[in-house]
């Protein structure tokens, strides 16, 4: 049982104002595995006070100490990894081999990223006689989803504090166990107080009040379009920066050209990963109409050979993280078949043989189109609708047809045809021909699904602001 009853504030394990706990479960076993304490807006008032003072001296350290800074967090990060992939496992149910080839290493790309990026980070130019400069920002409330706990820490910790500004993290109070462990990486590595402050806890409480807090500069959250546009009403009597990486409903285009029985394996496999839990996820598979029955077979065999199950053994999938979702999912599925697609694989209930945790069954609709509701909402989980087309303005029509903007993928047999729908295409990042994620990208999204980037240079601007000083060359 892990008991994390304490926040971390101004550089020390410090109790809750109020005792509130809450019970953490394993969503491979429905069971208990721990506690943590629920925070509230005195709490996050502490914090935000140790982070203003912080801030005073950290925002104006040099480029050698931050980089200094980083080396130590990556160090003690490095040496905590197998901890931080079995708490990642205990907590949102990643399969153990995905938390460790998958979850850790991205957050820990991210800081080995950070670190380069600010050896070579140019803050400063000059237009004429007046002087551009880039300054930290300030004191930045962070709130950070469950899906992939370590990465959505790291991927805006890492930047916020290589360009020297302080903060409060508020993770996901479903899965807190990796922050904790990451807390405690963030203390050992020498951190100085007040530059990092965690505080337990759910959006109406803590969340809300890290929005509305006068104290806090920015606000960088990742999660839900609804939950992101209550962080902007919040924030918005502040006037405060907000920086919001929100929901997908990633359009995945397999052009006339494309090899089909490789393009619908892989694209049903990448739906797959993390139980479907990714908002950037391929979700919407487009195919030629004429070649839907072929599409329908391949995704039928490509499910056949997911394997679900413990997430302590060799599985594709383990659970989906919560009651809540499995619920959520379940209703969607149904929904599905109700509204006339047509069922490939899968379906509502969990797996035979899994009686117990929030295991779902990797689902594929087939004939669907763009307005029933699995095409249209956000189902995070592990279902994949394909959608046929007529040619491809029909697809990039469809593909934009949505309110988000995240992500979306093309798969084509020429570069050339596959860049030329990309430019096409409404969306934050498009990845042609299943190309591997890159850290140094820019991560964000269009419409619904954001504003701001995260990963890679981009995010580092994301947390400056801009000062002009005139005068500062002699005319």
């Avoid at 546009?229 to 995945?252: F, I, M, W, Y």
């Avoid at 995704?299 to 009651?323: D, K, M, N, R, Y």
Wanted: proline share 5%; aromatic share 6%; glycine share 10%.
């Amino acid at each position: 049982m892990r008991n994390y009853l304490d926040f971390y504030i101004d550089g020390a394990w410090v109790p809750p104002a109020k005792p509130r706990t809450l019970e953490v479960i394993n969503p491979a076993t429905e069971g208990v595995v721990g506690q943590i304490s629920m925070g509230g807006a005195a709490d996050v008032d502490r914090a935000v006070q140790a982070a203003r003072r912080a801030f005073d001296s950290f925002g104006r350290t040099s480029r050698a100490e931050r980089l200094d800074l980083l080396d130590a967090v990556l160090a003690q990060l490095v040496a905590r990894k197998d901890d931080l992939a079995a708490a990642i496992t205990e907590e949102m149910g990643a399969p153990a081999g995905l938390a460790a080839a998958a979850h850790v290493p991205f957050g820990l790309g991210h800081f080995q990223l950070a670190r380069q990026i600010l050896a070579d980070l140019q803050t400063d130019r000059t237009m004429g006689t007046t002087l551009i400069t880039a300054e930290p920002i300030g004191v930045v409330g962070m709130i950070t989803p469950w899906n992939w706990p370590l990465n959505q820490i790291a991927c805006k910790v890492a930047p916020a504090l290589a360009v020297g500004c302080t903060m409060v993290l508020k993770p996901s109070e479903v899965a807190p166990f990796s922050a904790q462990i990451f807390a405690e990486a963030i203390h050992t590595a020498g951190v100085p107080h007040g530059v990092f402050n965690l505080i337990n806890g759910d959006g109406p409480s803590v969340g809300a009040a890290i929005s509305t807090h006068p104290g806090v500069d920015m606000v960088s959250f990742t999660g839900s379009t609804r939950a992101g546009v209550q962080v902007a009403c919040d924030a918005a009597p502040t006037v405060k920066r907000v920086h919001q990486e929100l929901g997908g409903k990633s359009a995945n285009i397999i052009l006339p050209d494309a090899d089909l029985a490789d393009a619908v394996a892989r694209g049903v496999e990448a739906m797959m990963v993390n139980s479907g839990q990714s908002c950037n996820a391929p979700s919407r598979m487009l195919v030629p109409i004429s070649r839907m029955e072929e599409a329908k077979a391949i995704a039928a065999q490509t499910i056949a050979q997911q394997t679900v199950g413990s997430p302590q053994e060799a599985v594709a999938l383990g659970p989906v993280v919560s009651q809540t979702q499995w619920d959520r999912i379940q209703a969607l599925i149904a929904q599905g078949m109700a509204e006339g697609a047509t069922l490939v694989a899968g379906g509502t209930g969990r797996p035979d043989g899994l009686d117990r945790g929030y295991y779902v069954k990797p689902t594929v609709f087939a004939d669907v189109t763009n307005d029933m509701a699995i095409a249209r909402e956000e189902i995070f989980g592990p279902v994949v609708v394909l959608i046929g087309y007529c040619n491809v303005d029909e697809a990039v029509a469809i593909a934009n047809d949505s309110v988000y903007g995240l992500a979306a993928y093309v798969q084509s047999a020429s570069l050339d045809q596959a860049r030329a729908v990309a430019s096409r295409l409404r969306a934050g990042q498009v990845l042609l021909n299943y190309a591997a994620l890159d850290l140094n990208a820019p991560f964000g999204g269009f419409k619904q699904s954001g504003n701001g980037r995260e990963w890679g240079e981009l995010a580092f601007h994301e947390f400056m602001e801009v000062k002009a000083v005139l005068g500062y060359e002699a005319a």
